[in-house]
């Protein structure tokens, strides 16, 4: 009988690809889906970053480029982060990947092992537990409330750092939550830090352009004290509706960037050449797109968390980053999980449990608003049919 190491019974993954799957197979059997499940944004990548991919094969850049990703495009990332934050970024400590999980995975085997402790949100992303879990490191969750607007509190997660702790990871704008730390409560993060010096952060900011109701992005690179303990993670997938291109990048502190190095040459080699060369341009190119996107997910933003509310037994915070509300459903007498499964079977809609994104996250539905406002009012629709109807199971 075959046997893997131990670690894979530990190992989880991220249901949204199991929703989208199922939502798939029904829509296929002729079923009329509305899929507010998956997190990818609904528009196409701007046509010039097409371009650019298909002039780079045109012009022959087919083999393989440096592991560390290549220099126009790692010059062109610390050129972007120094205009957007003032931050001034060697090219030689970024490094592109294929998207924004290898960062987590990196980040997470270097200090990952029994009897170290690793932070991590919840409710988050599922693959930093997963991840977590996978090494044998002890997942300790830095609970996201909604009486606090789903942003971290400080004074919390310096509580739970502990001797045995080694790696933060922190998510602003947030999944699955649409949370925004604000800057005064970053803060006092950082300044707490000062006492727990061989803590490193590994900070994930992939939605840093999506913040609305005037918040502004605080880059975790903007602090000095802790510059040679951060890791950044961020990329081109929700900015630019670039996710199936799988382009991201990690900005590293100088003793962890050879680590990292020799991490993607054992794992991927690198990153597809084309594609590359459409990051660059995303960076260099006009960003209205860009503004054009942010600008419609704030209008559906509005519509969505005005139709929550209006629905039976929930309520909706109104998120203030990324493109995700994270509906309050414990009025309802549904546990989450069971809920989002009627949802998609009876009435056509595909959401994500809250509990797929942690223990925390019993009581909640995650709802992605990449999609048109037609199909959000129609999803709505539907669910306050279902709930008016159906009591829960």
Same mark, same amino acid.
């Given at each position: ?63 393989? &480029?440096?592991? +560390?990703?290549?220099? =126009? ?5 610390? #050129?972007? $982060?120094? /205009?957007?934050?003032? @931050? ?88 699955? &939550?649409?949370? +925004?730390?604000?800057? =005064? ?5 950082? #300044?707490? $830090?000062? /006492?727990?010096?061989? @803590? ?194």
């Amino acid at each position: 009988m075959l046997k893997t190491v131990a670690a894979f019974d530990r190992i989880g993954e991220e249901n949204a690809f199991a929703v989208l799957a199922r939502a798939t197979r029904l829509a296929a059997a002729g079923r009329d889906i509305i899929n507010l499940g998956i997190g990818q944004p609904d528009f196409r990548t701007p046509d010039f970053i097409v371009e650019a991919a298909v002039k780079a094969l045109h012009d022959g850049h087919h083999g393989y &480029t440096p592991a +560390v990703g290549i220099l =126009p495009l790692r010059e062109a990332v610390a #050129a972007d $982060l120094h /205009r957007r934050f003032a @931050v001034t970024i060697a090219p030689d400590t970024v490094m592109i990947l294929p998207g924004g999980k290898p960062t987590m995975f990196m980040s997470i085997l270097m200090f990952g092992e029994p009897g170290a402790d690793i932070l991590y949100p919840d409710p988050g992303f599922p693959i930093y537990r997963s991840m977590i879990e996978f090494t044998g490191a002890r997942p300790v969750p830095v609970p996201i409330r909604e009486e606090n607007n789903f942003a971290f509190s400080a004074e919390e997660t310096l509580e739970l750092i502990t001797p045995q702790a080694r790696l933060l990871i922190l998510n602003s704008p947030a999944n699955p &939550t649409g949370g +925004v730390t604000p800057k =005064p409560e970053i803060d006092k993060l950082v #300044a707490g $830090l000062e /006492r727990h010096p061989d @803590v490193v952060v590994m900070s994930d900011e992939i939605y840093d352009h999506m913040v609305y109701d005037g918040e502004t992005h605080v880059c975790l690179l903007q602090y000095s004290s802790i510059r040679d303990r951060l890791i950044l993670l961020n990329g081109w997938s929700k900015t630019y509706a670039m996710t199936g291109w799988r382009l991201g990048y990690a900005v590293w502190p100088g003793k962890l960037y050879d680590h990292a190095r020799k991490l993607a040459v054992n794992l991927h080699s690198c990153v597809n050449a084309a594609a590359q060369y459409a990051g660059l341009a995303a960076l260099t190119g006009p960003q209205d797109d860009v503004a054009k996107m942010v600008a419609e997910f704030d209008k559906r933003r509005k519509i969505v968390v005005e139709g929550l509310n209006r629905l039976p037994g929930m309520s909706c915070a109104r998120p203030k980053g990324a493109f995700y509300a994270f509906p309050n459903i414990r009025r309802t007498g549904w546990k989450a999980k069971p809920l989002a499964h009627a949802l998609l079977e009876e009435a056509g809609v595909a959401l994500i449990g809250g509990p797929d994104f942690g223990v925390l996250g019993e009581g909640y539905l995650r709802l992605s608003y990449a999609n048109s406002t037609e199909n959000i009012l129609r999803a709505l629709e539907r669910m306050g049919e279902f709930l008016a109807g159906r009591k829960a199971a």
